[in-house]
């Protein structure tokens, strides 16, 4: 049974800092691509960041660029986001997502694993 439980969400006053983890079990992570998507209410769920488990390629959207670092431990079956400088367009449920495909998709369909999210809220 596979299973993504993610971790680390919380309440943050903005310029703050979160690190979110994503622990999987049941697939053989090193031979998935992460991706870490994010969703408000009414709204639908969009990519943030992906990680490839060919080439260790990181892709990011451009509103988190040079804010957010995604990063994985293959040994510990874990993906991260390192969140820093953090706003309020940030708040969110944020999902875990895994692929066995090879490159990065930035779209939920291409995505056959998710994990139940965890609610980042980013005060002003």
């Known amino acids: 049974q596979v299973q993504l439980v993610e971790s680390g969400g919380g309440l943050v006053q903005a310029g703050g800092s979160l690190t979110l983890s994503c622990e999987a079990s049941?697939?053989?992570?090193?031979?998935?691509?992460m991706a870490w998507f994010r969703q408000t209410p009414g709204k639908e769920r969009e990519f943030v960041a992906g990680?490839?488990?060919?080439?260790?390629?990181?892709n990011y959207v451009d509103s988190v660029k040079g804010r957010f670092t995604i990063s994985r431990d293959n040994a510990k079956s874990t993906l991260y986001l390192q969140m820093n400088s953090l706003k309020t367009g940030d708040t969110a449920v944020y999902y875990c997502?895994?692929?066995?495909?090879?490159?990065?998709?930035?779209?939920?369909?291409?995505?056959?694993?998710w994990g139940q999210g965890t609610q980042v809220t980013v005060s002003s």
């Open positions: 997502a895994a692929t066995p495909y090879t490159g990065i998709i930035t779209t939920t369909p291409g995505y056959g694993y």
């Open positions: 049941g697939i053989s992570f090193r031979r998935y691509t």
């Open positions: 990680f490839t488990w060919t080439s260790n390629n990181t």
